[in-house]
Structures are given as structure tokens and as C-alpha cells.
């Protein structure tokens, strides 16, 4: 049905919108459920898709085992992300709404080609500069009025910031390994290895807090869709992205998060729609577009190569 660069573009498109929809879903954990936290949220979200697609993988022949040479790079992988990102993140949605955090997390794209340039001394082009820009000034006139930084604000503010960072810091590693295993493969390894080192974390801090949840149908199809789509489809799509057009390029897709974190919370309630929105959307869209440059025919020569296996 799609092949090509036409297929990155849905795979990654899909991984926004379902990132999108996290912050809001995760919003509404906190809101619903009293004795939830930052830790429990994580463990189970990991653990959902570490026990849908360890075994899918097996069972169709597709998990590939981890080299031995690989094996740091994993390590550390999963270290920044799930493990150092979500604790980061998910503090940060805890004490901030879900637009506010999705508009901090939209400006990984703005830092990602700096990184890229100091680690691997990849050109930076100016279209991709320019549409980043241009993304996250749509972004912040969708939030217009609506951003604070007093109290807990503030300290949402910072964990989410830290949440950049290692973002920066994962995708560096990245494109260490993207290119040797299939972007599915990639996910599942980071969420095993994420699950052995947020278990121990849970049962040590917030074991006593796992009767008090509700368990109700609302919570349990929350914490489904955040570990199948959030945690496994989003990711393996953003891999697929990097391995084929390359960290900045895929990167600059995260600043249209904010407009997906938007139509959702709309959409169950939790923030009211505006035209200034919707003018900001646009905006953003337009950057996304101009920092991919369409218009150049050229190879982009940080692409990976794609692998037959796909």
C-alpha cells in the first residue's frame, strides 16, 4: 500500500500522533486515578508492551538478538529512553497540563541537528533551521496566554526540559545502531531493558500504592493504549524515520506533537478549541513541511541506508 519515503512519512506521522495523544492519556491518569504514580504508570506501561511484542517477535521469527558489541549501545539506550525520559516527562505532565508539556518536548527538534553536528559533524541546512522556527512559533501561539511558571509549574517546566535533553542524547545513540536491526526489534529490546530497571524502582518506592488502584476498564484500556501504541508502534516508527531520512530530518516531526496533544484534549474535554489554534497548527504543519525541503531533489546525505528486511 506505501512503499518508499512514502511509507517513513506515514510510520512517522503515526509515531506524532500517537505521541500526541500520550500526554493527554497520561493527564488523565493523574486526574482520575488518586493513588497513581509517576513509577506504577511507567512499569505497567512497559510491561503492556513488553509482553505483546516479545513474544510476537519470537513467535514470527523476527526478534533479533542484541550483539555483543551492540549490547552497550542498548544498555545506554534504554537508560535515556524509557528509563531517564519518562521519569523526566511523566513528572512533567504530572504537575503541568498536556498541551504545556507537549510544547517543551516539540522543541527537541529545535536542539537534535546541533547534536547531530557535534557528534558526527553532519551539515546543518538552513530550510531545517528555518522550519523549526517557524514549527515552534505556530506552537506557542496555539498556548498563547496559557503558559505559566510559578509553583509546581516551574518545576513541571524543568523536569520536561531534562526530558530534551536526553531525548538529544537518545537519538545521538540512535543512529549508532538503527541501521543494524529492524526499528521494531529496536523498541522492544529498549522496553525490556527499560522494565528491568523501572521494577526494582516501583517496588521499592511505590509497591504499597498497587492495591489502592481502581483497575477500573478506564484505566486499564489507558494504560493499553500508552504501552501498545505510545510505547511500541510510536517508537518503532520514529526508529523507521531515523534509519531512513536521518535524526534531524525525522526529529522535526515531533514539533506537530502539540497539535495532536491539542485535538485531544479537546476531544475528552480537557481544554477548549480556539482559531488562534488552529492558525498555530497550521503554522506548524508548514514548518514540518519546509524543514523536510521538499523541493531539493537531492539525496540527503544523513539517510541511512534502508535494509532489505523491510
Given at each position: 500500500?506505501?512503499?518508499?519515503?512514502?511509507?517513513?512519512?506515514?510510520?512517522?506521522?503515526?509515531?506524532?500522533?500517537?505521541?500526541?495523544?500520550?500526554?493527554?492519556?497520561?493527564?488523565?491518569?493523574?486526574?482520575?486515578?488518586?493513588?497513581?504514580?509517576?513509577?506504577?504508570?511507567?512499569?505497567?506501561?512497559?510491561?503492556?508492551?513488553?509482553?505483546?511484542?516479545?513474544?510476537?517477535?519470537?513467535?514470527?521469527?523476527?526478534?533479533?538478538?542484541?550483539?555483543?558489541?551492540?549490547?552497550?549501545?542498548?544498555?545506554?539506550?534504554?537508560?535515556?529512553?524509557?528509563?531517564?525520559?519518562?521519569?523526566?516527562?511523566?513528572?512533567?505532565?504530572?504537575?503541568?497540563?498536556?498541551?504545556?508539556?507537549?510544547?517543551?518536548?516539540?522543541?527537541?527538534?529545535?536542539?537534535?541537528?546541533?547534536?547531530?553536528?557535534?557528534?558526527?559533524?553532519?551539515?546543518?541546512?538552513?530550510?531545517?533551521?528555518?522550519?523549526?522556527?517557524?514549527?515552534?512559533?505556530?506552537?506557542?501561539?496555539?498556548?498563547?496566554?496559557?503558559?505559566?511558571?510559578?509553583?509546581?509549574?516551574?518545576?513541571?517546566?524543568?523536569?520536561?526540559?531534562?526530558?530534551?535533553?536526553?531525548?538529544?542524547?537518545?537519538?545521538?545513540?540512535?543512529?549508532?545502531?538503527?541501521?543494524?536491526?529492524?526499528?521494531?526489534?529496536?523498541?522492544?529490546?529498549?522496553?525490556?531493558?527499560?522494565?528491568?530497571?523501572?521494577?526494582?524502582?516501583?517496588?521499592?518506592?511505590?509497591?504499597?500504592?498497587?492495591?489502592?488502584?481502581?483497575?477500573?476498564?478506564?484505566?486499564?484500556?489507558?494504560?493499553?493504549?500508552?504501552?501498545?501504541?505510545?510505547?511500541?508502534?510510536?517508537?518503532?516508527?520514529?526508529?523507521?524515520?531515523?534509519?531512513?531520512?536521518?535524526?534531524?530530518?525525522?526529529?522535526?516531526?515531533?514539533?506537530?506533537?502539540?497539535?495532536?496533544?491539542?485535538?485531544?484534549?479537546?476531544?475528552?474535554?480537557?481544554?477548549?478549541?480556539?482559531?488562534?489554534?488552529?492558525?498555530?497548527?497550521?503554522i506548524v504543519i508548514a514548518g514540518v513541511i519546509l524543514a523536510q525541503n521538499p523541493f531539493k531533489t537531492s539525496k540527503n546525505p544523513e539517510s541511512p541506508a534502508p535494509q532489505a528486511e523491510d
Amino acid at each position: 500500500m506505501f512503499k518508499g519515503k512514502t511509507l517513513t512519512y506515514v510510520l512517522i506521522t503515526a509515531s506524532v500522533v500517537f505521541w500526541g495523544v500520550s500526554f493527554i492519556l497520561t493527564k488523565e491518569l493523574f486526574l482520575s486515578e488518586e493513588h497513581i504514580t509517576v513509577t506504577i504508570l511507567i512499569a505497567l506501561r512497559l510491561a503492556i508492551a513488553t509482553a505483546v511484542m516479545l513474544p510476537l517477535l519470537a513467535l514470527s521469527g523476527k526478534l533479533q538478538r542484541i550483539r555483543r558489541e551492540d549490547l552497550k549501545w542498548f544498555l545506554l539506550l534504554a537508560f535515556c529512553e524509557p528509563f531517564i525520559y519518562h521519569l523526566c516527562e511523566t513528572n512533567g505532565v504530572r504537575l503541568v497540563s498536556g498541551s504545556l508539556a507537549s510544547v517543551v518536548i516539540a522543541t527537541i527538534p529545535l536542539f537534535v541537528p546541533f547534536g547531530m553536528w557535534v557528534a558526527y559533524r553532519q551539515r546543518i541546512k538552513p530550510s531545517l533551521i528555518v522550519g523549526v522556527l517557524l514549527s515552534l512559533a505556530g506552537v506557542f501561539l496555539m498556548l498563547n496566554g496559557e503558559i505559566g511558571f510559578q509553583g509546581s509549574a516551574l518545576q513541571g517546566i524543568l523536569f520536561l526540559s531534562g526530558a530534551v535533553l536526553i531525548a538529544i542524547v537518545y537519538t545521538l545513540l540512535l543512529v549508532k545502531i538503527v541501521d543494524r536491526y529492524h526499528p521494531l526489534v529496536v523498541t522492544t529490546w529498549q522496553n525490556v531493558i527499560g522494565l528491568v530497571y523501572f521494577l526494582p524502582l516501583m517496588f521499592a518506592f511505590d509497591g504499597a500504592s498497587l492495591p489502592l488502584l481502581s483497575w477500573s476498564p478506564k484505566m486499564l484500556l489507558i494504560l493499553l493504549t500508552l504501552g501498545l501504541f505510545c510505547s511500541t508502534l510510536a517508537y518503532a516508527g520514529y526508529n523507521y524515520g531515523v534509519r531512513n531520512l536521518g535524526a534531524s530530518e525525522a526529529c522535526i516531526f515531533n514539533n506537530a506533537i502539540p497539535v495532536f496533544s491539542l485535538i485531544a484534549a479537546v476531544a475528552i474535554g480537557q481544554e477548549e478549541f480556539s482559531w488562534l489554534k488552529v492558525v498555530g497548527m497550521v503554522i506548524v504543519i508548514a514548518g514540518v513541511i519546509l524543514a523536510q525541503n521538499p523541493f531539493k531533489t537531492s539525496k540527503n546525505p544523513e539517510s541511512p541506508a534502508p535494509q532489505a528486511e523491510d
